[in-house]
C-alpha cells in the first residue's frame, strides 16, 4: 500500500529552524505532484508550498523568502526547509501527493495525505 510519512516537526522559538520530510513509499509509478499543507487551530488547511505537476514551484505568500521546497525524486521524498519561524507559522503540517499507484500492473491515479507532523513556534 502506498503511503506517505512525515517527520521533523517540534518545538521552536520564533526566529529559528525545521526541516521537515515527507517519504512515499509502496508500490509507485510516479509522482506528479507533491508538497506541504498546514492547518492551524480554528482555521482552514492551506496549502503552504508545493512542486507542480510542470516542476514548477508554488508557495503562499505567506512563507515567501522563509520557506524552501526541495525534493529527492530518486528516493521518493519531499522536504519544507523552515526558517525565520513565526509564531503564526504554528500548525499541523501534512505531506500532499498525487500519484499513480501502480497496483498488480493496474496503475490507479491516488491522491494521498500523511498523517501529520506538528510544528509549534513558541517563546
Known amino acids: 500500500q502506498v503511503r506517505l510519512v512525515e517527520s521533523g516537526g517540534g518545538l521552536v522559538q520564533p526566529g529559528g529552524s525545521l526541516r521537515l520530510s515527507c517519504v512515499a513509499s509502496g508500490s509507485i509509478f510516479s509522482i506528479n505532484a507533491m508538497g506541504w499543507y498546514r492547518q492551524a487551530p480554528g482555521k482552514q488547511r492551506e496549502l503552504v508550498a508545493a512542486f507542480t505537476s510542470g516542476g514548477s514551484t508554488n508557495y503562499t505568500d505567506s512563507v515567501k523568502g522563509r520557506f524552501t521546497i526541495s525534493r529527492d525524486n530518486a528516493k521518493n521524498k519531499v522536504y519544507l526547509q523552515m526558517n525565520s519561524l513565526k509564531p503564526e507559522d504554528t500548525a499541523v503540517y501534512y505531506c500532499?501527493?498525487?500519484?499513480?499507484?501502480?497496483?498488480?500492473?493496474?496503475?490507479?491515479?491516488?491522491?494521498?495525505w500523511g498523517q501529520g507532523t506538528l510544528v509549534t513556534v513558541s517563546p
Open positions: 500532499n501527493a498525487h500519484l499513480v499507484e501502480d497496483r498488480r500492473s493496474f496503475l490507479t491515479a491516488r491522491e494521498l
